[in-house]
């Protein structure tokens, strides 16, 4: 069922990385005709994540050849159907994944990547679900099965993805979280968005400070996205048969574990990395699409976005994420 789209022939306006750790461009881009089975979208959201800048600084897992547009998430509409997409048609409001070319006023992906949005779920806020809460379900779910009750710390709280685990770990499985972030500031937002108390570890050892919170006995899991003393304090804090997950490193130091504290206390370290389950395990990954997008419909969370941008604002955008300023998701606004 091709669609002919009136935004085929229209030149768009994409970010460009030209050269590694310099400034995008803004630049004018002619459009491909689609394949079969993929989608034209018209952008609306685009999601500045940490990774991001990562890519274009060649210190990502995966480096795409130069130039390319970055962005690995977005919501918008749908302009064009390739002649074999089934899941989507014309004027169908969506979220999606690509591969590094979602900072643009259209962008041509898979209709495997693609998830209707519900009527009653904003582009807005289904711009902020792909990477944030498809990792904060995984994370919660799927690898630490944190259950009722147990306390959780959250570690870089209120950034994008800290936030989205509070909203998962809190209103949907019903577990306390410990906030612990780099500001009073940012404590307290997260405390606003559900976590029963926050550590500000820029102030002291955040070991010493979940132990006056929860006593000797620990915390049943923690979720780590800033590596280094972070990431030990963390692991430290753990209880009998605590689990611990690592998401990231956004402090920069990747610590090696101490593999006696993991026997002494019956403890399981494991890593998460969302994005691989696209490739080795589809079914997984997918699920945590519908299950965010499910979630945002059934009113059990609630996407926080810090701060949007336009698009020729792209490069502030990059450097309020990079130099800590933002606080849950930071968007780009492509109209
Ligand atoms: N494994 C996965 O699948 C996956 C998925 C999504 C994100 N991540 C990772 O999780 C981490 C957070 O991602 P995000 O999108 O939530 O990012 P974000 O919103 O930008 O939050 C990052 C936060 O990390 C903290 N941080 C600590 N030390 C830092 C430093 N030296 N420089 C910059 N930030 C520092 C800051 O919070 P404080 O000021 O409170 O310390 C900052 O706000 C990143 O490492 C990202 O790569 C991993």
Same mark, same amino acid.
């Given at each position: 069922?091709r669609?002919?789209?009136?935004?085929?022939?229209?030149?768009?306006?994409a970010? &460009?990385?030209?050269?590694?750790?310099?400034?995008?461009?803004?630049?004018?881009?002619?459009?491909?005709?689609?394949?079969?089975? #993929?989608?034209?979208?018209?952008?609306?959201?685009?999601?500045?994540?940490?990774?991001?800048?990562?890519?274009?600084?060649?210190?990502?897992?995966?480096?795409?050849?130069l130039p390319?547009?970055?962005?690995?998430?977005?919501?918008?509409?749908?302009? #064009?159907?390739?002649?074999?997409?089934?899941?989507?048609?014309?004027?169908?409001?969506?979220?999606?994944?690509?591969?590094?070319?979602?900072?643009?006023?259209?962008?041509?992906?898979?209709?495997?990547?693609?998830?209707?949005?519900?009527e009653?779920?904003?582009?807005?806020?289904?711009?902020?679900?792909?990477?944030?809460?498809?990792?904060?379900?995984?994370?919660?779910?799927?690898?630490?099965?944190?259950?009722?009750?147990?306390?959780?710390?959250?570690?870089?709280?209120?950034?994008?993805?800290?936030?989205?685990?509070?909203?998962?770990?809190?209103?949907?499985f019903?577990?306390?979280?410990?906030?612990?972030?780099?500001?009073?500031?940012?404590?307290?937002?997260?405390?606003?968005?559900?976590?029963?108390?926050? &550590?500000?570890?820029?102030?002291?050892?955040?070991?010493?400070?979940?132990?006056?919170?929860?006593?000797?006995?620990?915390?049943?899991?923690?979720?780590?996205?800033?590596?280094?003393?972070?990431?030990?304090?963390?692991?430290?804090?753990?209880?009998?048969?605590?689990r611990?997950?690592?998401?990231?490193?956004?402090?920069?130091?990747?610590?090696? &574990?101490?593999?006696?504290?993991?026997?002494?206390?019956?403890?399981?370290?494991?890593?998460?990395?969302?994005?691989?389950?696209?490739?080795?395990?589809f079914?997984?990954?997918?699920?945590?699409?519908?299950?965010?997008? %499910?979630?945002? %419909?059934?009113?059990?969370?609630?996407?926080?976005?810090?701060? &949007?941008?336009?698009?020729?604002?792209?490069?502030?955008?990059?450097?309020?994420?990079?130099?800590?300023?933002?606080?849950?998701?930071?968007?780009?606004?492509?109209?």
């Open positions: 069922m669609q002919a789209g009136q935004g085929q022939s229209r030149h768009y306006r970010a &460009v990385c030209t050269e590694l750790k310099q400034p995008l461009t803004i630049q004018e881009v002619a459009p491909r005709p689609i394949g079969p089975q #993929e989608v034209r979208v018209d952008v609306h959201f685009c999601g500045i994540n940490f990774a991001d800048n990562l890519v274009c600084r060649g210190q990502y897992q995966e480096k795409p050849p390319f547009t970055p962005g690995m998430e977005f919501s918008g509409v749908v302009l #064009e159907a390739g002649a074999d997409v089934s899941t989507v048609k014309k004027g169908d409001r969506v979220i999606g994944v690509s591969n590094f070319h979602s900072m643009a006023e259209q962008c041509i992906t898979d209709q495997k990547t693609l998830w209707r949005i519900p009653n779920v904003s582009l807005q806020d289904a711009a902020v679900l792909p990477v944030s809460y498809g990792t904060a379900i995984l994370a919660v779910d799927h690898r630490a099965r944190i259950q009722p009750g147990e306390t959780v710390l959250v570690t870089a709280a209120a950034g994008a993805t800290g936030l989205a685990v509070i909203d998962v770990a809190t209103n949907v019903c577990a306390k979280v410990i906030a612990a972030a780099g500001s009073d500031e940012k404590c307290k937002l997260a405390m606003q968005r559900g976590a029963q108390s926050g &550590v500000n570890y820029s102030q002291g050892s955040l070991k010493d400070a979940v132990k006056k919170l929860v006593g000797s006995s620990g915390v049943n899991v923690a979720i780590d996205m800033v590596g280094g003393d972070v990431f030990l304090d963390s692991l430290r804090s753990l209880a009998w048969e605590g611990i997950v690592v998401l990231g490193f956004a402090g920069g130091n990747i610590a090696s &574990v101490p593999s006696n504290l993991l026997l002494l206390k019956n403890i399981s370290a494991m890593g998460l990395y969302w994005g691989r389950y696209q490739h080795q395990d079914a997984v990954f997918s699920k945590s699409m519908s299950t965010a997008l %499910q979630y945002c %419909q059934q009113g059990l969370i609630h996407p926080h976005t810090g701060a &949007v941008f336009k698009l020729e604002k792209v490069n502030d955008a990059f450097l309020h994420v990079m130099q800590r300023k933002s606080t849950g998701k930071v968007l780009l606004s492509l109209k």
